[in-house]
């Protein structure tokens, strides 16, 4: 079976999710990646749903990615006295350096490495932003506040420091160790949180090693203003909404989300929009008209995957939110105005011999009408550069390396599929017909375009069109 659109599906395991029947359900109504989120998952539960997601890709016989996201850094409140505590606007604390606090007047946070970087001005907020701080002044291991939005604070609740930047690794203790427990199995994706600067990218990276696709979530402002380093060094981006929309004004969304999309597309790396995409699905079987234009905005923009959490995770309906999601994708997909827009956010192709080939692989295939593209790649590279063309046909991308299979299924238009290593052109072009009539992309008396490298099974040598018709 293949899935009828372009816009791939990535769904997030869960309690309502993690069983193998469910899994290939998920799979049935259109995800094609899935997400282990770990901030909730044992070392266990993840070699468990990882084993049931390489058989349900045996018995489909169809590449299914898998991304681990890794928790990263949660910063919280300490223990509070009675574990509530209500505050007022305008009222002053002390923020003390504390596992806990009895003081009426105080706040514990147990982490040091936020007074080494607040400053007066800076902003603190508490349980989503929820309540609101702002700091008066520093003194070391205790800091001044005033109350500036009020309401209800409990133990443990998360903080956010929008405007600060945290002396943190993106990566603690625990996510080295999920990492470890990841890169044994086999994952196709890890996403590393709360990344502020390309060098928490590039500290993943040294440890992964290839072995995975990084993909880069931004959620904090600060990683908008080195967003082209951490472009240059991220293999896949993800648009965070939700603590971004915590850390900015909500009504700021919308436009970054945009700027973050473009840029990933410019680039030619794949980018995921998520967070709260279906969110009333949780527990409703049909979502808001307003969350229907949330995912169809993301479609119109050329996004790579959208994503679903607690609906596929927790939620109460799992498989109508993925089967929601994949009818709003193929239905603007099929829009007439869909190709255009797409077309008008066209990047000019870098000054290569790979790029100027897939930008006429894009005109070739406008200009004959082809059935399908056919992409032949040991790496992935030529595939994922035809996807950045965002071309109206279907784009067949075939690798005789079966994890590069599976990581490209989180790539807008691929459809990855494995081959034998084939080493002589015409065996390549009569393979590429034999797919393409197999899989049902084209029939006889239709023209499709191929493309690769030739010497023929060596990385990065993209430098080949060639049009045929299938007899």
Not at 44 to 53: I, K, N, P, T, W
Not at 159 to 187: C, E, F, I, W, Y
Not at 298 to 313: R, T
Request: hydrophobic share 50%; net charge neutral.
């Amino acid at each position: 079976m293949r899935h009828q659109r372009k816009t791939k599906i990535l769904a997030t395991l869960g309690p309502s999710s993690s069983n193998p029947a469910m899994m290939a359900a998920l799979f049935e109504a259109g995800a094609d990646v899935f997400r282990i989120n770990m901030s909730h998952t044992s070392h266990e539960a993840l070699a468990a749903m990882h084993a049931d997601l390489r058989a349900l890709s045996l018995a489909t016989r169809r590449p299914i990615g898998i991304l681990v996201d890794l928790q990263g850094p949660k910063i919280r409140l300490g223990t509070i006295a009675g574990g509530e505590r209500i505050l007022r606007e305008g009222e002053k604390l002390r923020l003390v350096l504390r596992e806990i606090s009895n003081e009426a007047d105080a706040l514990a946070i147990p982490h040091p490495e936020i007074f080494q970087a607040i400053e007066p001005g800076h902003a603190m907020l508490i349980d989503d932003g929820k309540v609101r701080l702002k700091l008066l002044k520093n003194h070391g291991d205790w800091a001044e506040a005033v109350v500036e939005i009020g309401g209800t604070v409990k133990d443990r609740k998360g903080v956010n420091l929008p405007g600060t930047l945290l002396p943190l690794s993106a990566m603690t203790r625990k996510d080295h160790a999920d990492l470890d427990a990841a890169l044994a199995l086999g994952v196709d994706w890890v996403a590393l949180s709360f990344v502020q600067r390309a060098q928490d990218v590039a500290e993943l990276k040294a440890i992964v090693a290839g072995r995975a696709g990084v993909l880069a979530k931004i959620e904090k402002p600060r990683a908008l203003d080195h967003l082209d380093d951490i472009l240059e060094l991220a293999d896949a981006l993800m648009v965070a909404r939700g603590d971004l929309g915590v850390e900015m004004p909500l009504e700021a969304v919308p436009g970054l989300q945009k700027l973050i999309t473009r840029a990933a597309r410019k680039a030619g790396k794949p980018v995921v929009v998520a967070t709260q995409m279906l969110e009333s699905m949780i527990g409703n079987a049909v979502p808001t008209r307003a969350e229907v234009s949330d995912v169809a905005t993301a479609v119109y923009d050329g996004a790579d995957a959208v994503m679903l959490s607690a609906e596929s995770a927790s939620g109460a309906h799992p498989v109508a939110a993925v089967e929601t999601m994949d009818r709003i994708a193929r239905k603007i997909e099929g829009d007439a105005l869909y190709q255009a827009f797409l077309d008008a956010q066209r990047s000019q192709p870098e000054a290569t011999t790979s790029d100027a080939i897939m930008a006429a692989v894009h005109e070739v295939t406008a200009t004959i009408h082809a059935a399908a593209i056919i992409c032949w790649t040991k790496s992935g590279g030529t595939a994922i550069r035809a996807a950045r063309e965002r071309s109206k046909a279907p784009i067949i991308a075939v690798t005789p390396n079966l994890d590069i299979a599976r990581r490209l299924t989180l790539v807008w238009g691929l459809y990855s599929m494995v081959s034998a290593e084939i080493y002589h052109l015409d065996e390549m072009v009569d393979e590429a017909l034999a797919m393409a009539r197999a899989e049902g992309f084209a029939k006889s008396g239709d023209r499709v375009v191929i493309t690769g490298g030739v010497p023929l099974g060596v990385t990065g040598t993209t430098n080949m069109l060639r049009v045929a018709k299938l007899a």
